[in-house]
């Protein structure tokens, strides 16, 4: 079945940058998302990425994709402290009707 | 404000009851699908819906069920309720984009608490 994993826990300081990483097995892959959880609340999509692209801009976001290594990464500039939060990858591969979450990286960033 | 509402946002019950959660999809969404988040379980698909009909079910137990009306609603209900049913169980909603794109819109969630 598909795995995808994440590392737990991530600490930045407030104005750098942040990369949590998340790696996958099922290499059927079509789509591969980022939601984020803030406590006490729902998830919200922040941004995706089809299989065929390497990288994705969405203003402070970036999200990068090898293939190959079957490696997702979602990269945010100047961190916040707003920014605080789970973050999950997911993706859902070819004829498969629904997502396969990660174990979601706690981002905790320090004033 | 996603759009998708649930209900209630908290319950507590005691083991070996039933519950009904319930939740309301966004305007148009015609997909609905249903989420465990446990602490150790992480967050697990369970079922969904699309326009009435089952679709796809994942990791649902069998004293577990749902299903969804035809105003697009759906409900979940979980019976002979144990300790370890205890989670926070998300609805999300979508309108498929076709080739695999779907973006899932997720409710607040309902805090389930089994003593």
């Known amino acids: 079945g598909e795995d995808v994993e994440q590392s737990l826990f991530l600490s930045v300081r407030e104005g750098d940058s942040s990369v949590i990483n998340c790696t996958y097995t099922?290499?059927?892959?079509?789509?591969l998302y980022w939601y984020k959880q803030e406590p006490g609340a729902g998830l919200q999509l922040l941004t995706y990425?089809?299989?065929?692209?390497d990288m994705k801009q969405d203003q402070r976001l970036t999200v990068l994709l090898n293939k190959k290594d079957k490696h997702l990464s979602l990269r945010i500039a100047d961190t916040q402290t707003g920014d605080s939060a789970i973050y999950f990858c997911a993706e859902i591969s070819t004829g498969a009707n629904n997502l396969f979450f990660g174990t979601g990286t706690r981002l905790t960033v320090i004033p | 404000d996603s759009g998708v509402t649930q209900t209630p946002k908290h319950l507590i019950t005691a083991t070996g009851q039933r519950v009904t959660l319930r939740c309301s999809p966004r305007?148009?969404?015609?997909?609905v699908y249903w989420y465990q988040q446990s602490l150790d379980q992480g967050l697990q698909f369970l079922i969904q819906?699309?326009?009435?009909?089952?679709?796809a079910k994942g990791n649902i137990l069998e004293r577990f069920s749902a299903q969804q009306f035809p105003d697009l609603h759906s409900e979940l209900n979980l019976s002979s309720l144990e300790l370890g049913d205890s989670a926070l169980y998300f609805c999300a909603s979508s309108v498929p984009h076709g080739a695999g794109l779907d973006e899932q819109f997720f409710g607040p969630g309902t805090r389930l608490t089994v003593l």
């Open positions: 819906y699309y326009n009435g009909e089952e679709r």
């Open positions: 099922d290499s059927s892959s079509t789509y």
């Open positions: 305007s148009g969404d015609l997909s």
């Open positions: 990425i089809f299989s065929n692209m």
